[in-house]
């Protein structure tokens, strides 16, 4: 697929790109633990969400456990939950130092590829991008998150490392996906979003856009995501990464965002997961839904989505909802 086309027009289309694939779960009647632990109940569940909605791409599994899990982090995995990492794995420059490298395929990275790649040999009207986490964000559950955040300031040569290591195996891991056939990556990069604009420049943005420069071409795109709170403040940074396409989460205004980015490249957001998806009603996500597009229309790279990953028990009735309002309100604007 020619995703510089698809790109281009993709704010002109009235799809919406939710990060919409854990919700599966109810259309499979599986839990959490076994769609993670399948590539055939993965792939299968990629193909029904593209089948249930016009979303305008087919999202893969946004697990961020996988490549922590891969180099060695415990997890922890509760029948309908995604899995999240529990204790720490380095924590010091000398442990970081021998930290091994994984390859690609270790732990259940082997599966979530093999179930993208399935995805794709069935799903052909849409893009297919695979989830997968930033260079940062996988430092930090590799250090534990605080200790991330704090070692930037007091071991920064800890936090360098551990970054480094995160890369050279993100590097392996998106070109895998690349080589499976998928037609992009969604690279949730969050941790980066809670530090200082000067910290994120130092500790996120050079191997983001190392990842970026490395893999994307014009068959296959990177969308940039960050629902931290300090986004507006790395616009700078975050535009000058080199990614195809930025989404971000509901903790920041998606009408500030879209007036402080370039005008050039697709925005998507940012209908909050837990408020709407989770927790509302169709009305309210119809209300949310329509009131976000008025607000930011205007704005002609303005790309509908949810705020971030939404939540696997997240009530279909609502995903409906957000669906048939964003054919609603394109019907207006055409």
């Given at each position: 697929m020619d995703m510089k086309k698809w790109l281009e027009s993709l704010p002109g289309s009235g799809k919406p790109l939710p990060i919409l694939s854990f919700p599966a779960v109810k259309l499979l009647e599986t839990d959490v633990y076994n769609l993670t632990h399948s590539d055939k109940l993965q792939s299968e569940g990629i193909v029904r969400v593209a089948k249930r909605t016009d979303a305008a791409a087919a999202v893969t599994m946004m697990d961020l456990s996988v490549e922590a899990e891969a180099f060695g982090c415990k997890l922890k995995a509760p029948?309908?939950?995604?899995?999240?990492?529990?204790?720490?794995?380095v924590s010091s420059e000398e442990e970081a130092e021998g930290l091994r490298v994984p390859e690609v395929g270790e732990a259940r990275t082997g599966m979530y590829i093999s179930a993208a790649r399935q995805a794709k040999e069935q799903v052909n009207d849409r893009p297919v991008l695979a989830g997968i986490i930033g260079p940062f964000s996988l430092a930090g559950r590799l250090m534990d998150v605080t200790e991330a955040l704090i070692c930037c300031m007091t071991d920064p040569d800890f936090v360098r490392i551990t970054v480094q290591k995160a890369t050279d195996f993100l590097l392996k891991y998106a070109a895998a996906y690349k080589e499976a056939g998928l037609d992009g990556i969604v690279m949730a990069e969050p941790l980066a979003g809670l530090l200082s604009?000067?910290?994120?420049?130092?500790?996120?943005?050079?191997?983001?856009?190392?990842?970026?420069d490395t893999v994307q071409d014009t068959k296959f795109a990177v969308i940039y995501h960050n629902c931290g709170p300090n986004t507006p403040k790395m616009i700078s940074s975050i535009s000058g990464n080199g990614a195809a396409a930025y989404h971000f989460g509901d903790a920041v205004s998606m009408k500030d965002m879209l007036e402080k980015m370039p005008s050039d490249k697709p925005v998507c957001g940012n209908i909050s997961p837990v408020e709407y998806f989770l927790k509302g009603t169709p009305d309210k996500m119809r209300s949310a839904t329509l009131d976000l597009i008025s607000e930011c229309s205007s704005h002609k790279n303005f790309v509908l989505s949810s705020g971030c990953d939404i939540p696997p028990s997240a009530r279909w009735e609502n995903i409906d909802a957000f669906f048939n309002a964003a054919e609603e309100a394109h019907e207006r604007l055409i």
């Open positions: 029948a309908d939950e995604v899995p999240t990492v529990v204790g720490t794995l604009p000067e910290l994120e420049e130092e500790f996120s943005a050079p191997y983001v856009k190392k990842i970026i």
